[in-house]
């Protein structure tokens, strides 16, 4: 609990699932929350799109602010949104931190300032399943009410945990909501002494994996494994120029270090490289979702991960883009190692 509080940096409450994430973006709501409850949302991408179906599947009135899916969420937007809500009906704002199927990062704290300047008292929650410990991120000094997360990305471990980090007013939250809970309770997890308690059998194997993982990422420094992905995604995204293709996330300054979304050139196959390159190569691409399937293919550079396997990363793109016959110019591996060095 504590080595998770170093990592939100919060020093109020979290709370630890044995779930995948999907069940730490249910969490947030049912604890916080009623039925008919207004949760405004902004498209960033396809898992701000499954938040919002789960939102209201479960009986919110959930909105969107429409996006290109080339960048994340815009302030300005949500300030001018939550402006015209005179009567604060709308009870919660929800961002995607780093949007997974874009690689496109929101600037929380801004949205933060935004909604204050809307004086709007909403909850802010923030979804960092794939953000954190892989990118900057403060729970508390962003003033963030409920934070989620998962065990998978920056964190190193196998899937099965996920997140809560609640604020003091997202706890109070939680005494008047009305939506139905059960596993997920806060209550339940609070304990006794008020430090945190499991009440079902907890995810012990993985506990341990993430007592190791907190170990490692206070070890290298929080600073430096940011710069690390910061880096590597700087060296990507000089790997896609010299290939002549196009990264997804068009908004300068909120291109990911977690991960590189990179367009294919129009009449091509984003699935089809990345099959030729996993037949070829024995590497296995991210895929391109819903709205942009078949015309993306995902770089990963979150979590253990270091200046060769970025390297050896991009030359199986190099070679499955010549494999696959997708126009392109060579020398972008030679590129992220001029970065590199
Ligand atoms: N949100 C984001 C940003 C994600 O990347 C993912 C999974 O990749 C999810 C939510 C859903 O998490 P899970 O698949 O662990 O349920």
Same mark, same amino acid.
């Given at each position: 609990?504590?080595g998770m509080?170093?990592?939100?940096?919060t020093e109020?409450h979290?709370?630890?699932?044995?779930?995948?994430?999907?069940g730490?973006w249910?969490?947030a709501?049912?604890?916080t929350?009623s039925p008919g409850? =207004?949760?405004?949302?902004f498209?960033?991408?396809? !898992?701000?799109t499954l938040?919002?179906?789960?939102?209201?599947?479960?009986?919110?009135?959930?909105?969107?602010i429409?996006?290109?899916w080339?960048g994340?969420?815009?302030?300005?937007?949500?300030e001018?949104?939550?402006?015209?809500?005179?009567?604060?009906?709308?009870?919660?704002? +929800?961002?995607v931190?780093?949007?997974? /199927?874009?690689g496109?990062?929101?600037?929380?704290?801004?949205?933060?300032?935004?909604?204050? =300047?809307a004086g709007?008292?909403?909850?802010?929650?923030?979804?960092t399943?794939?953000?954190l410990a892989s990118l900057?991120?403060q729970?508390?000094e962003? %003033?963030?009410?409920? $934070?989620v997360? %998962?065990?998978?990305?920056?964190?190193?471990l196998?899937?099965?945990l996920?997140?809560?980090?609640?604020?003091?007013?997202a706890?109070a939250?939680?005494?008047?909501?009305?939506?139905q809970?059960?596993?997920?309770d806060?209550e339940?997890m609070?304990g006794?002494?008020?430090?945190g308690?499991?009440?079902y059998?907890p995810g012990?194997n993985l506990?341990y994996?993430?007592?190791?993982?907190v170990d490692m990422?206070?070890?290298?420094?929080?600073?430096?494994? !940011?710069?690390?992905?910061?880096r590597?995604?700087?060296a990507t995204?000089?790997?896609?120029?010299?290939?002549?293709?196009e990264v997804? +996330?068009?908004?300068?300054?909120?291109?990911?270090?977690?991960l $590189?979304?990179?367009?294919?050139?129009?009449?091509?196959?984003?699935d089809?490289?990345?099959a030729?390159?996993?037949?070829?190569?024995?590497? /296995?691409?991210g895929?391109g979702? /819903?709205?942009v399937?078949?015309?993306v293919f =995902?770089?990963g550079?979150?979590?253990?991960?270091?200046d060769l396997?970025l390297?050896?990363?991009?030359?199986?793109?190099?070679?499955?883009l010549?494999?696959?016959d997708?126009?392109?110019?060579? %020398?972008?591996?030679?590129?992220a190692?001029?970065?590199l /060095?």
């Amino acid at each position: 609990m504590e080595g998770m509080k170093s990592i939100f940096k919060t020093e109020e409450h979290v709370f630890i699932y044995p779930a995948s994430g999907t069940g730490a973006w249910e969490a947030a709501l049912v604890n916080t929350l009623s039925p008919g409850d =207004r949760v405004l949302m902004f498209e960033t991408g396809h !898992f701000a799109t499954l938040w919002k179906k789960l939102a209201e599947k479960l009986g919110l009135k959930a909105e969107f602010i429409e996006g290109d899916w080339r960048g994340g969420a815009d302030p300005e937007r949500i300030e001018a949104y939550l402006a015209e809500d005179k009567g604060h009906e709308i009870k919660a704002v +929800c961002v995607v931190h780093n949007e997974t /199927s874009t690689g496109s990062v929101s600037p929380i704290a801004e949205v933060r300032k935004a909604i204050d =300047r809307a004086g709007h008292p909403a909850l802010f929650m923030v979804d960092t399943i794939s953000g954190l410990a892989s990118l900057d991120y403060q729970h508390d000094e962003w %003033g963030v009410d409920v $934070t989620v997360s %998962g065990s998978q990305k920056g964190l190193m471990l196998p899937p099965g945990l996920s997140f809560n980090a609640a604020s003091s007013k997202a706890m109070a939250a939680n005494k008047t909501a009305k939506l139905q809970r059960s596993y997920w309770d806060w209550e339940d997890m609070v304990g006794p002494n008020k430090t945190g308690y499991f009440p079902y059998t907890p995810g012990t194997n993985l506990l341990y994996g993430l007592n190791e993982a907190v170990d490692m990422l206070h070890e290298e420094g929080l600073d430096n494994v !940011f710069a690390r992905h910061a880096r590597h995604g700087a060296a990507t995204r000089a790997a896609v120029r010299k290939w002549g293709l196009e990264v997804l +996330c068009a908004t300068q300054g909120q291109e990911s270090g977690v991960l $590189t979304a990179v367009k294919v050139p129009e009449g091509h196959s984003a699935d089809a490289f990345r099959a030729t390159t996993l037949e070829h190569f024995d590497m /296995s691409l991210g895929n391109g979702l /819903s709205k942009v399937a078949d015309k993306v293919f =995902r770089i990963g550079h979150l979590g253990d991960f270091n200046d060769l396997m970025l390297v050896a990363t991009l030359a199986g793109v190099e070679m499955g883009l010549k494999q696959a016959d997708v126009p392109h110019q060579a %020398g972008g591996v030679q590129e992220a190692m001029s970065l590199l /060095s």
